[in-house]
């Protein structure tokens, strides 16, 4: 329910991202941060309370490190450019702030429209597979690897739909992870292939941890994920192009140590430029405009030019050094940490298995292409917190309804 101008901008911005980020980034993103420019006019009525919330203050900070960083590794006041790179991160704090009141549901709205969008999108690249026989699906809409990136967490981000109290149909929601999967796989993606196997990983463990789901049950479940392997190989999944590029690199790990094709040799000297880059300034790093050159000459084989180190920590490392790592688990812990700050119980418990997954398959994404800086990904960190945020109000008013 929509109870001001308020809440509807905040459901505007969802809206944008769930609906559209999958499948429609570049208007996505534009709406995203309109809406973050409006609500900044909002902060006088709420802007307070809503700024001692860990989701919103720990990427503040961040925003605030990385800025200084990068005046004092650039040298220059210019160093602020880099600042655009994090332009979502700044819509936390007012569309926080916006949606915070009693009777703002978020749970069935993120449900629906992110179950609706990447179910979507693996339809947009089914149909492009077919026509054309791409093994890389998803340039229609997007980089490939972005593309996944994308429909992956808000496929995952959807199952906050499974998270509101009663509904007999909330577990539908569990089809987002699927279809996300589907349009993952035909991607050829192989960093969100992985992050997949993680999240599922993550969320399974911190389910057990909280006590959610018994042993009995996640044995259950790890047999049947089993089974669906198995009656993948007969179907024939494992002739799809990111399944084999990963079984490749499986193969590769066991033989030598580490995948041996171009691309990953390329992004391995990537990492090693961005690591030098890093002890030759280990503080505030080489600023935003500088880091990629000077990685590029440090490394024993030049990778040429490049707009990143296709790695979120050698980029923090080499553009804002530890000052710019600290900001970078700052952003990473801050929905976590907003989740914590919750009293105990089974809705923080469910809460926690979201958003632990989510932050797990950001990490895992970013080892091996960059997240942060790239703007529709960014966008989709920034709706992540936004969720987070609203979904712990919800949580925290159905708990001060129980005492009182």
Partial sequence: MLTSSRTALTAFALVAVLALAPVAPEAANVLFLI????????????????????????????????????????????????????????????????????????FDLVGVLGLASVAGAAVMVSIEVAETGTSRAGEIIANPIHFADVALLIGFLACAGMLRPGGKWRFVYALAPIFASVAVVLSGSRGPMVAVAVMLGVAGLVALRTRLVSIKWAIGAVFAIIVLGIVGAFAGVQQLSGVQRVLADISDVLRVGVPTDASTGIRLQMLMGGFKAFLEAPVFGHGPLEFVRVANSLAAVPFGEAPHLHSDPADFAASGGLIGLLAYLLLLAAPVVEVLRLPRGVARAQLMVLVSALVAGYFVMGLTNAMFGILNVTTCYAAVCLVTGLLASSVMRANQTVVV
Avoid at 57 to 79: F, H, Q, R, T
């Fill in 35 to 106: 809406s973050g420019i409006i609500g900044f006019g909002f902060l006088v009525r709420s802007g307070g309370a809503a700024i001692r919330r860990p989701v919103v203050w720990m990427p503040l900070l961040a925003l605030l490190l990385i800025a200084i960083a990068y005046v004092i590794g650039a040298g220059s006041v210019d160093g602020l450019i880099g600042l655009a790179y994090f332009a979502p991160v700044l819509a936390i704090y007012p569309l926080v702030a916006a949606g915070d009141e009693p009777g703002f549901g978020a």
